[in-house]
């Protein structure tokens, strides 16, 4: 089974929205950690935000910020006033416990549209 | 301060070939992790280096093989390179292990021919 599901393979939206990217996550672990990474055309990985499983606060990093449900294990993306410039591959991913392996969704394509 | 550095940039191999990657972390940065990214199956973890040992492994053949010097420099090496290696191998660093923040290279896109 999948540990980190994004359903949404391709996206198109219109500069200055706001933009919802899709991620739901598979673990028995109370201990758990929830990133975002941006990938550019160019491949440089960059990371966006990160959500403990134990974080009573949503997180928010400038225009970014993590809709962090626990019950029903999501961990939304929501990009405020999106710009060109956020044209790239969003990932989203997970790590259990302390170990250093993060897991990856397989990405969702964002493209905005001027 | 300079971000993480992986050389070579591209590469070109043949199949049976072997090939060495480097990756240096951000200064002050000891530990190291090392993905491999495919069209067909997307980010995978390869292995994790801390203080010098191998501290995590993903599912991958014997074939795939690292080590991490003192100076929390890492390398990885395929032997026996097969179509199926091409890839972008990207590395990670991170202050220390379990830390929130890992920051990417960008990466050493290998082609097996």
């Known amino acids: 089974a999948q540990k980190i599901t994004q359903t949404q393979p391709g996206m198109f939206v219109q500069e200055k929205e706001a933009v919802t990217l899709d991620c739901t996550y598979d673990t028995s672990d109370p201990s758990y950690g929830l990133f975002w990474y941006k990938q550019p055309s160019s491949g440089e990985m960059i990371f966006l935000i990160y959500q403990g499983s134990y974080d009573q606060q949503n997180a928010t990093e400038g225009r970014y910020s993590l809709n962090f449900q626990k019950a029903r294990k999501s961990a939304n993306l929501v990009i405020s006033a999106s710009q060109l410039g956020d044209s790239a591959m969003y990932f989203c991913a997970m790590r259990e416990g302390e170990d250093d392996k993060i897991i990856f969704g397989k990405g969702t394509r964002l493209h905005i549209l001027p | 301060k300079a971000g993480v550095t992986q050389t070579p940039r591209y590469l070109i191999k043949t199949r049976g070939q072997q090939v060495t990657l480097s990756c240096s972390p951000i200064?002050?940065?000891?530990?190291v992790s090392w993905y491999q990214q495919t069209p067909g199956q997307g980010l995978q973890f390869l292995f994790e280096y801390f203080s010098e040992t191998q501290r995590n492994k993903g599912n991958f053949p014997g074939r795939f093989s690292g080590r991490q010097f003192s100076n929390s420099r890492s390398e990885m090496n395929v032997s026996t390179l097969e179509l199926g290696d091409s890839a972008l191998y990207l590395c990670?660093?991170?202050?220390?292990?379990?830390?929130?923040?890992?920051?990417f290279g960008p990466g050493t896109r290998l082609t097996v021919l």
């Open positions: 990670a660093s991170s202050l220390t292990r379990g830390y929130n923040e890992q920051f």
């Open positions: 200064s002050g940065h000891r530990s």
